[in-house]
């Protein structure tokens, strides 16, 4: 039989009773007396209880006992005693089992539903899975079910359709709306070339694309893998509680003795009397909402934090970011773009950005991209160019339409001029710690273009953000200290720590752990080390395999923004934890002596029918209250 | 008269329940039977706890736990095993099996959806 039955069943059966005893006052009694209460009761005990005394039984003999001991222990006591007064004619208490039955019911009922609520996380995650995919197989389109989707199949994506699998884009291009994955509200535009993940979803064009990862291995079914490891994790603070709960029974059950045992034998109240007394206190004492305070929390935090893009991966990590002190960054890719960007032209911008564009057209020096995509975005096309020559240690030179060109680093001014302007601007942006290469025509520099790979966007924002929390931002480098320094300054980080070796990394990190607990925010590939040895690992981006292995926390997005969400959410999430256990525990330690009549005399006292009913709120209460983390505020708030 | 018995009653329950559930109650461990050589499987009955509960297997051999719960307690139709991520419904009076990973030697604690009954899996 369901809960909801059973809770059905006992209400319906409960109900005459109340009715009852709201109408006693007034001279209107049940037909039938103790009889009919007797009969309405035994119904109730029958069949709504049972399930409670028959796990009760089991669980005792395997020496345990749990809250349905408690429900059991009451209930029966109140029962049997019950009966034995109706056969001698004294008072009886049928109600007060059947009340007590009925509200711990009405409590797990509702306990049941939300629980449901808040692990749904899981299984919207799963639900976003496309079910099919068109794969091209013999030069012919045929859709198949995602699981017969290989590695290097050519699939083709329509407008509106799932993309099915993780890979890359052959042909085609799209803009892609990956926010279920990434969090990231704005659809991003895709070409050939360009890095795809399953579940998200086709917006305007038609693509090709080749599956690079399937089934386990794609990054939906790693952050599935995630959640669901966190949500059955338990914060450090859980085992205390456990602890606790595992003598609590046993110890409510001699506290209840002893009640009734100083009620009756030393206080000389009757019978009846000491026996509500015990009674009161088995039903109040029941630890339920000690055991579900933790694991509700943590399920809607997480669930929360997922949906988000960032991936919690235990307890204990969300336990361990609320004590941070200092928050360490990675310089490349973390804190800046990762790539180098044309960030100024001096001179003739068109002049030189085309000049400079033709002879770096077949260069891949991560300087050479960035020139050409600058030329690419102001729609300038290289020329072609002849005699091409590279100057070892300087740059390149080669004629183009019949004149000599050159770029390259500052050594080539021995041979070639620079007018005093050029040189003033030149150190004015190296002082900025940009790289700044000279562009040249006929042994005169034309021109210079200052690169630099800049700070994202959202990383000064991040880092004002973290400090108004009064934390200490730390950027960890292998660059050199002047161009770290400028970086710094640009985003606001409160120090500086440059030409670290990428294995010195990690002792870094340790050696500012002992001013307090350390979080490290890297890109993953070379931070592995410092991301595990930090206390809580922050790896960011592109979800690549060792990132997710090595960080605590991962970050689907590549955005510094999403640091002070992760912090955030595990502050709120775990200080949800706390207020829930201090109810719960707040609630069965003032409840006990109160239930067990200590402040009889000045007349404060628990009847077990509104013992059972606070049983079943206080339950209730943790469980609303977990689920209200889903509505909580973040002060960096993007629509969850 | 009746006073000094109820105290008398009173006294020994207590001393029964601290010794029936603090006292030092010793369980059994059973190891599970190799169906075939790659295959291993053991049954858990679910009522009131876990029996057995405390389960052996062999590292590197496909395992299977096979939970039947009798018990209609709310608290255990989830079973929960932290390390491996599994939280699974034990739907009453059916056999569930739960594959477990035995790559990696030690011992994992599982536990019921309230984390009240526990129970251990050691692989070696």
Known sequence: MTIKNRFIISLILSLPMLVEMVTKPFGLMLPGGNWTMFVLTTGVMVLSARPFIQSAWAAFRHHHADMDTLVAVGTATAYLYSIYAMLTGKAVFFESAAFVVTFILLGQYFEEKMKHAASGAVEKLVNLQAKEAEVLRNGQLISVPLNDVAVGDIIRVKPGQKIAVDGTITEGTSTIDESMVTGE???VTKQAGDAVIGATINGTGTFLFKAGKVGDDTLLAQIVEMVKKVQTSHAPIQKTVDRVADIFVPAVLIAAILTFTVWYVFLGASLVNAMLFAVSVVIIACPCALGIATPTALMVGTGRSAKLGILIKNGEVLEMANRIKTVVFD?????????????????????VLQLAASLEATSEHPLATAILAAAKTDNLTPKVVADFQALQGKGVQATLEGQRAFIGNTKLLTDNQLTPNLQAQMTQLQA??????LVGLNDQVIGLIAIQDAPKPSSATAIAALKKCGLRTVMLTGDNQRVSQAIADQVGIDEVIADVLPADKAAAVERLQATGPVAFVGDGINDAPALTTADVGIAMGSGTDIAIESGGIVLVKNDLLDVVRALELSQKTFSRIKLNLFWAFIYNTLGIPVAAGIFAGIGLMLSPELAGLGMAFSSFSVVASSLLLNKSKLTTTVAA | MDKLFVLLIAAAAIAFIAWWFFGKHTTTAVSAD?????????????????????????????????????????????????DFGINEFLPKDENHAITIDTSKPGEYDYACGMNMFHGKVIIK
């Not at chain 1, 804190?335 to 002049?351: C, E, H, L, S, Y």
């Not at chain 2, 299977?64 to 709310?74: G, L, V």
Request: charged share 20%; with cysteine.
């Open chain 1, 331 to 351: 310089k490349t890719g973390t804190i800046t773009a990762g790539q180098p960007q044309v960030t100024d032209v001096v001179g003739d911008r068109k002049q």
């Open chain 2, 34 to 82: 190799m169906v075939t050589t790659d295959k291993q499987d053991v049954d858990v009955a679910v009522s009131g706890g876990y029996s057995p509960s405390t389960v052996v297997l062999k590292r590197g051999v496909p395992a299977q736990i096979t939970f039947n719960r009798k018990d209609p307690s709310t608290c255990l139709e989830q079973v929960v095993f932290p």
């Open chain 1, 432 to 437: 900025a710690a940009k790289t700044v290469v």
């Open chain 1, 185 to 187: 509200s704005m659809p």
